[in-house]
């Protein structure tokens, strides 16, 4: 999506950026095998057998947490606690990992973009049509964009242009909304086209796509406001709901819900990057939200290092004075990692509360957009903490962390249950008056897709007999 906001956080050089961002993306085992190779590399990065807190680096007791930062100043707020967490199960003693389970008890498959985009498609295209789709869909680029065109999949099959850009259309609606679009500025007209189905979207925010995206890009307000006859802050209103709602590149958006742990699809995840429980196990208290680190000891630079500079000179001098730099690089791009995890899980735990009680009807509406704007960093900053990790919730369900930022999830739980117990097959535009009766409001395409989503047949291809399985 589009970011306009300021950053205010204190600027990293190059190295600490890239090293930061590359760490912010591991999950806690990439980082255990991370931090062992760094160990082994360089002298100067020491790990001192000793247990103490991440964050306020007190001593810990043997096989416990902080007594300090795992614990509420306030018995009676619901404010989440939030720290980080040497868990033992996550090493064993020294410095070699252990994994205790088999490689792959874990292993889950996982579809690329033109896969899972077909898999929308394909039961609302007939069955000639289905070659087309899959040509379509195996020219996406890594945006998500197309890099062919309409005319040249008519040339190749050889059929009416019409024909393919119905197709064309059709995978285009599907999720991740634009994608197969030919153009970003195509992309964002049709996810326009998409969101006026069901709510209101502003005038001036298509004309605005409609103007170019060069003057979006640069934030050309005052050029915008004098070229439609309106005021500045006409302008900035529709580039709000445009950066709130859009995206130019539908690849780089959260796609592929399916990746998500579904009770009908029966994916596992192996241990968890971050575990949330209630304080005392008391369902009114507050969250506890314990961000994993896999090490069971304090990472430091080695202090004989710098000694050992001042007794050395020349290339000697040089080659411990890069060690050292780069062992002090390293611990500080960890507790960066962990300082942006941090608040970002205080962030989504105090939204997704709901969620993480009463499971996915409750799961309130939140982009990874609005978490880098809350946050004041890039939205590629959030999207990196997301990828890959995994949540153990209360009940002791792993989820995908990307599921806390589903917002389509609410939605397709209602829609599965209302399916679940239909006394005949319902069709799209009876589950759209349905849905509408609990409160979402969706278009019957979008139910068409969600039902795809889910791996739901439409009406004419469902068991009409009562109890029958999906």
């Not at 900053?381 to 009940?395: E, G, M, Y």
Request: aromatic share 6%; net charge negative; charged share 25%.
């Amino acid at each position: 999506m589009f970011q306009y906001q300021t950053h205010t956080l204190r600027p990293l050089t190059t190295a600490h950026l890239a090293q930061t961002m590359t760490l912010l993306s591991l999950t806690v085992d990439e980082l255990r095998q991370q931090i062992d190779a760094e160990l082994s590399a360089n002298p100067a990065l020491e790990l001192v057998d000793e247990r103490r807190c991440p964050m306020c680096h007190r001593v810990l007791p043997k096989g416990g947490n902080c007594p300090v930062c795992s614990t509420p100043q306030n018995d009676q707020s619901l404010e989440p606690i939030v720290y980080i967490s040497p868990r033992d199960e996550f090493y064993a003693t020294g410095d070699t990992y252990q994994d205790d389970y088999p490689e792959d008890q874990f292993s889950s498959q996982v579809e690329n973009l033109a896969e899972y985009v077909l898999r929308q498609v394909i039961p609302e295209l007939e069955s000639e049509d289905h070659k087309l789709a899959a040509f379509i869909c195996s020219h996406f680029d890594d945006d998500g964009l197309l890099t062919i065109t309409p005319l040249e999949v008519m040339r190749y099959f050889h059929v009416p242009l019409d024909r393919v850009n119905a197709v064309h259309n059709v995978i285009r609606r599907a999720d991740p909304i634009g994608v197969g679009s030919c153009s970003t500025q195509d992309a964002l007209l049709i996810q326009l086209d998409v969101l006026s189905e069901t709510g209101m979207v502003p005038v001036l925010a298509r004309k605005i796509v409609e103007a170019g995206i060069t003057s979006m890009s640069r934030q050309h307000y005052s050029d915008l406001a004098r070229q439609m006859g309106v005021t500045v802050a006409k302008i900035a209103e529709a580039m709000r709901f445009i950066s709130d709602n859009l995206n130019p590149f539908p690849a780089r958006t959260h796609w592929g819900d399916s990746q998500q742990v579904n009770p009908n699809r029966g994916e596992v995840y192996h241990r968890p990057d971050i575990i949330i429980s209630y304080l005392n196990n008391d369902p009114e208290k507050a969250l506890v939200v314990e961000i994993i680190i896999p090490i069971g000891g304090y990472l430091r630079v080695n202090p004989l290092y710098r000694q050992a500079i001042k007794q050395t000179e020349g290339e000697t001098q040089e080659g411990l004075r890069s060690d050292l730099d780069r062992a002090g690089l390293f611990v500080k791009c960890l507790q960066q990692r962990n300082h942006t995890i941090r608040r970002m899980m205080q962030k989504l735990v105090m939204i997704q509360r709901s969620f993480i009680q009463y499971g996915e009807k409750s799961l309130i509406p939140f982009t990874r957009a609005q978490m880098s704007q809350d946050l004041e960093v890039h939205e590629s900053t959030v999207s990196r903490a997301v990828t890959n990790k995994t949540v153990q919730l209360p009940n002791g369900r792993i989820v995908p962390l990307s599921m806390f930022f589903d917002r389509s999830l609410n939605v397709r739980t209602v829609l599965r249950e209302i399916i679940a117990r239909e006394a005949r097959p319902l069709s799209d535009s009876e589950l759209v008056e349905m849905l509408s009766r609990e409160g979402y409001r969706v278009a019957r395409r979008t139910v068409a897709k969600y039902r795809a989503m889910e791996g739901i047949l439409p009406a004419h291809l469902r068991h009409p007999e009562p109890g029958y399985n999906h």
